[in-house]
């Protein structure tokens, strides 16, 4: 009995709660007043239990403030200090993860997306493919908020999906060439990595006619190779760009693997 009547409060609670956070047009001020009250009313293991409460599909109140842009009541939840930034709910998105994709369209929301990110773990991995933030904010273009996340002292640029993509793979792909660019320039960016096919950035954008972003690739190896004392990696690749009217050609010669790749069903 005890614990249907248990069960029964939490749910209320539960209901409540993002009825007055998780909407768009959930009110600040009114989020703030209830933070307060509960934590000077109660205790803060109260406001931690109530402010972490998960929704069906795992999402928490945070999960619902960054995807509707409510900045305002993001910047409030992590204020608090109990806030657990880093939940991923049931489709393995964190909060961040979500902010990856969203736009950032005022100098306000910059900082309330900077603070959200210096708090969280951005290398965590999606669940379901294995996406990080990076990965997730590059698929979708979001060239402000990537730039953000790459600003992060512990932003691994290298990471790679279940398939073994990376970030600069998504990019090259997509024809990303300005992405690509930015990628190219971080000090720690390893050009050379492959995927599970055995493809790096490289064959990936020779593969789908990007010839630009091919171009800034095999440069960008052959500044690496020309870096390196290792006579393996010492010898760079000789040149493959085909021209342009050459290019149906190259493409008709690739591998029956890479005819059939699709890189963008790995992305949400």
Not at 117 to 142: E, F, P, Y
Request: aromatic share 6%; charged share 20%; glycine share 6%.
């Amino acid at each position: 009995m005890f614990r249907k009547v248990l069960a029964s409060a939490t749910s209320l609670v539960q209901s409540k709660w993002f009825e007055l956070a998780g909407q768009r047009n959930s009110d600040i001020d009114t989020v703030q007043t209830t933070l307060s009250y509960l934590e000077q009313n109660y205790s803060r293991a109260v406001l931690e239990y109530i402010i972490n409460l998960t929704d069906g599909n795992g999402n928490t109140s945070l999960h619902y403030a960054v995807s509707h842009g409510n900045y305002d009541i993001t910047r409030a939840l992590l204020d608090t200090g109990v806030v657990k930034i880093n939940t991923q709910n049931k489709a393995g998105y964190t909060p961040v993860m979500l902010a990856a994709i969203c736009e950032v369209k005022t100098a306000e929301e910059k900082s309330s997306l900077q603070y959200l990110l210096s708090k969280a773990d951005v290398n965590i991995r999606a669940t379901q493919a294995g996406q990080t933030a990076l990965m997730l904010a590059v698929s979708h273009g979001c060239m402000n908020v990537m730039r953000l996340i790459l600003d992060q002292s512990d932003c691994d640029v290298n990471l790679q999906d279940f398939d073994g993509s990376t970030a600069l793979m998504c990019a090259a792909e997509h024809n990303y060439t300005e992405i690509v660019e930015t990628l190219l320039a971080h000090p720690s960016i390893d050009v050379l990595i492959k995927d599970q096919d055995g493809s790096n950035a490289l064959d990936i954008a020779l593969e789908n006619g990007r010839e630009e972003i091919a171009e800034l690739l095999q440069r960008k190896e052959n500044s690496s190779a020309k870096s390196r004392q290792s006579s393996r990696l010492g010898v760079g690749r000789k040149a493959v760009i085909p021209p342009r009217s050459a290019g149906a050609q190259s493409n008709s010669n690739s591998s029956s693997s890479s005819s059939s790749r699709s890189y963008t069903s790995r992305y949400i």
